[in-house]
């Protein structure tokens, strides 16, 4: 089990929830994990992308999880809400079929910036408890 008090940036400084989750609206790369949904190779281009929305009279987060697999663009589609007394975590449900389903996560470390994140999900039926590295696209390209 992985265990963290607070979230807190590399600074040190504490992040309230709805700060936190204005941060961490926008894309985000997978770039390290160990959940072996993203481990054994067959779904490539992992991206988290939040989008902050008003659903059911609350501040919730819109959360696709875009992969590539054989070649195809794949989504998975969920709605996160804040804990209401952890400040650090969603509960995620997804949309559909797959609103039969929750878990949930925790942002653990995030720059206070918006560049890099590391975040804990739970244990599902499908999964282990994991972690994941996450870090946002560069406002500008890369030279070569």
Not at 35 to 41: A, D, F
Request: net charge positive; proline share 8%.
């Amino acid at each position: 089990m992985f265990r963290f008090k607070q979230v807190c940036t590399y600074t040190g400084k504490i992040m309230d929830s709805s700060t936190l989750f204005k941060v961490i609206v926008g894309s985000w790369f997978i770039i390290q994990t160990n959940l072996p949904l993203w481990l054994k190779g067959d779904k490539t281009n992992p991206t988290l992308n939040y989008t902050l929305i008003q659903r059911k009279g609350k501040e919730q987060l819109l959360d696709e999880v875009k992969y590539t697999k054989n070649g195809k663009q794949k989504t998975i589609t969920g709605y996160n809400t804040m804990h209401p007394t952890n400040p650090r975590a969603f509960s995620w449900r997804g949309k559909g079929l797959l609103g039969l389903f929750t878990s949930r996560c925790e942002i653990r470390l995030i720059d206070p910036n918006g560049q890099w994140a590391v975040s804990w999900f739970s244990k599902t039926p499908f999964t282990p408890e994991g972690l994941i590295l996450l870090v946002a696209p560069l406002p500008y390209p890369l030279l070569p």
